[in-house]
């Protein structure tokens, strides 16, 4: 017997999607434009398709009120889509510490004027170009250029380039902003 719920997944998009939910261990993702369903997709367990599993978690009843009500500021539609999201957020951290791959981009700001400056960051980045994939400088005024280097590789190299443009003479703010390579499903 099929659920009756049916959640608009991606509020604003173009073709908005409905998860439907059956107690026979199935999903029904229907894809339509407004609320005329052009697509049916089905996916079913082991059918190589798709490899969702369904689990039960126990938890306090304030714990899942706090959780509700977190998800519903963070503008998830449905606590299975921000599970998803905390787990695929721990693997990350996981990555970090381990020294996996990893993409992201490392953003600065710094004084074109400073004696020198602009060299180091260009021997830097000569130095890293295997984990540097592009970058990209924006003139911000007379003195003050930004710069956004994206880079892919071990986070352990990434993170040391990182403090090391930070750490240059001149480089007056700078972050580093990691996500998975997108192998984390
Ligand atoms: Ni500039």
Redesign the pocket.
């Known amino acids: 017997m099929t659920t009756h719920t049916a959640r608009k997944k991606s509020e604003g998009a173009k073709a908005e999607s409905f998860e439907l939910s059956s107690n026979d261990h199935m999903d029904f993702h229907l894809t339509g434009t407004h609320k005329c369903v052009t697509k049916i997709i089905l996916i079913t367990h082991g059918d190589g398709v798709s490899d969702i599993i369904r689990f039960g978690v126990s938890l306090e009843k304030g714990l899942l009120d706090n959780f509700d009500d977190l998800i519903r500021r963070r503008k998830y539609t449905n606590r299975s889509e921000a599970i998803r999201d905390l787990i695929r957020q721990e693997l990350l951290k996981r990555d970090l510490e381990e020294d996996r791959e990893v993409a992201g981009a490392i953003t600065f700001i710094y004084d ?1 004027h400073q004696r020198d400056l602009l060299n180091k960051i260009i021997d830097l980045q000569h130095d890293h170009q295997e984990t540097i994939q592009s970058s990209q ?4 005024d007379h003195h ?4 956004i280097v994206a880079v892919k590789g071990m986070s352990g190299d990434i993170s040391r380039l990182a403090d090391n443009i930070k750490a240059l003479r001149g480089v007056k703010h700078g972050s580093l902003s990691l996500s998975g390579t997108g192998k984390i499903k």
Not at 137 to 140: D, M, P, V
């Open positions: 074109h400088h924006i003139h911000l003050n250029c930004l710069e």
